[in-house]
């Protein structure tokens, strides 16, 4: 595959038609060319480089990976109009985007709008090199702004060298912390308090933990590993050339295709062991955000969104419930507008939301990374889909951040509320632990 692509690059032809692409157009304006790839059977983690931006997303079940290699363009920001300045910016993109085919743009922000270390806060980018494999067939698309064709291709052969082998690190093991888990539980109590007080319905509090390899993260081995364990969950990751965050979501925030909206109302944990998924507590804390975001969707609708029946959903060990819920866009709807009215959904911030965000900025909630957030794909055309960044680690060298988080409502039990976050925490550091070795990637890169 790889010299398939090199032969692309280095064809008079690629230069020719973007060339084409060029002719007339502002210089900022960007260019995409569709090229078609030998079919095969790859996730592209062979490809991940060292020293450019990246973005991973895959959805195993369905047969579908694509990998963004450096930024065509990009733009990032923050504060509490984040979204609109994306949107807005995004627009300027789409309005002067020459392509001949498909063509995508990634995007990630994190829970809160002033967190902005070590990722950016918001951001959207159209990648340099776009790795896509649906089902099989595989293709590759390559974007430049019209100014820069020249030496955009002179530098995409040096992005496809992949990043240098690294050693699987094997987690040490950690060490326990009671004083933490104690505080974190103190949290819970406090929070059972106020929802007792009526101050809210429910809030989300989050657990960190630290962990260390005996050598530097594979990025690739960890996002193979969470292919294989959770091939039902949306397997993401962004790389910026020192930190990735990385993970497996089962949450979908939001997909737009035309004026159809379709959004995943999740909540409710049972793992093994654990009460069971059927209890009020689970049931309540489901029925919480699907009201919620039924709220948040309806002024954004040409009719009341339509809520479907809830069902059990997997993800590894864990299970959820789930409610899927459809409505039709308002005419002249973006997928920023319903970006910025669903997030937070109760899901990962609580319920009444500003109360609960209150609460958390009140008891200082850290959130690391986009965890939490969103990472998503967007289309020039206005489509797009955005998932919520659950099951993440925060990954520099030999150092990984995981984070989980629980809902507390009203007759929750603060023991069994860490015992979920564990639960939680689990799936990164079980994909951690069974990362492949690195010998393995080959089998990944035909």
């Given at each position: 595959m790889i010299h398939a692509l090199l032969r692309h690059l280095a064809a008079p032809e690629t230069?020719?038609?973007?060339?084409?692409?060029?002719?007339?157009?502002?210089?900022?304006?960007?260019?995409?060319?569709?090229?078609?790839?030998?079919?095969?059977a790859t996730d592209w983690l062979h490809l991940l480089p060292a020293g450019q931006p990246w973005w991973y997303r895959a959805r195993p079940a369905h047969g579908e990976f694509r990998l963004g290699i450096g930024h065509a363009l990009?733009?990032?920001?923050?504060?509490?109009?984040?979204?609109?300045?994306?949107?807005?910016a995004f627009a300027g993109f789409c309005r002067n985007w020459r392509r001949t085919g498909p063509a995508l743009a990634f995007a990630g922000f994190a829970f809160a709008d002033d967190n902005a270390a070590p990722l950016p806060n918001a951001v959207v980018a159209i990648p340099a090199i776009l790795l896509e494999c649906i089902a099989g067939r595989c293709s590759v698309t390559l974007s430049a702004p019209a100014g820069n064709v020249g030496q955009a291709l002179a530098m995409w052969p040096s992005w496809l060298a992949g990043a240098p082998g690294l050693r699987t690190a094997a987690?040490?093991?950690?060490?326990?912390?009671?004083?933490?888990?104690?505080?974190?539980?103190?949290?819970?109590?406090?929070?059972?308090?106020?929802?007792?007080?009526?101050?809210m319905d429910k809030v989300v509090l989050t657990r960190c933990r630290q962990v260390e390899g005996s050598a530097p993260f594979s990025p690739s081995d960890i996002l193979a590993a969470l292919n294989g364990q959770q091939p039902g969950s949306t397997v993401y990751a962004h790389g910026n050339g020192q930190h990735t965050f990385l993970g497996a979501t089962p949450e979908r925030l939001v997909r737009k295709l035309g004026r159809q909206i379709h959004v995943d109302a999740l909540a409710g944990t049972a793992?093994?062991?654990?009460?069971?998924?059927?209890?009020?507590?689970?049931?309540?804390?489901?029925?919480?955000?699907?009201?919620a975001v039924v709220d948040a969707l309806t002024p954004w609708c040409d009719a009341p969104p339509l809520i479907g029946r809830p069902?059990?959903?997997?993800?590894?060990?864990?299970?959820?419930w789930r409610s899927r819920i459809s409505a039709s866009a308002?005419?002249?709807?973006?997928?920023?507008d319903l970006v910025r009215a669903l997030h937070p959904t109760p899901a990962v911030g609580g319920f009444p939301g500003e109360a609960a965000r209150r609460w958390l900025a009140a008891h200082d909630e850290r959130r690391h990374g986009w965890y939490s957030g969103g990472i998503g794909l967007l289309t020039p055309e206005g489509d797009g889909e955005f998932s919520v960044a659950l099951r993440s680690a925060l990954i520099e060298g030999r150092q990984a951040t995981l984070q989980a988080g629980a809902g507390i409502v009203a007759g929750s039990n603060p023991?069994?509320?860490l015992a979920e976050t564990e639960a939680k925490l689990g799936t990164l550091l079980a994909a951690l632990e069974s990362a492949p070795p690195a010998c393995a990637q080959g089998s990944r890169s035909a």
């Open positions: 230069a020719r038609r973007m060339g084409e692409l060029a002719a007339g157009a502002p210089a900022s304006a960007p260019l995409s060319l569709r090229l078609e790839l030998p079919a095969v990009h733009v990032a920001s923050a504060g509490s109009n984040r979204f609109a300045a994306l949107d807005s987690p040490r093991p950690a060490r326990p912390d009671p004083l933490a888990e104690q505080a974190w539980m103190a949290r819970v109590v406090a929070a059972l308090r106020d929802i007792a007080g009526g101050r793992w093994p062991g654990s009460p069971a998924l059927a209890d009020d507590k689970n049931r309540h804390e489901q029925s919480l955000v699907v009201r069902d059990e959903y997997p993800a590894g060990r864990l299970r959820h308002r005419a002249g709807s973006t997928l920023f023991e069994q509320e």
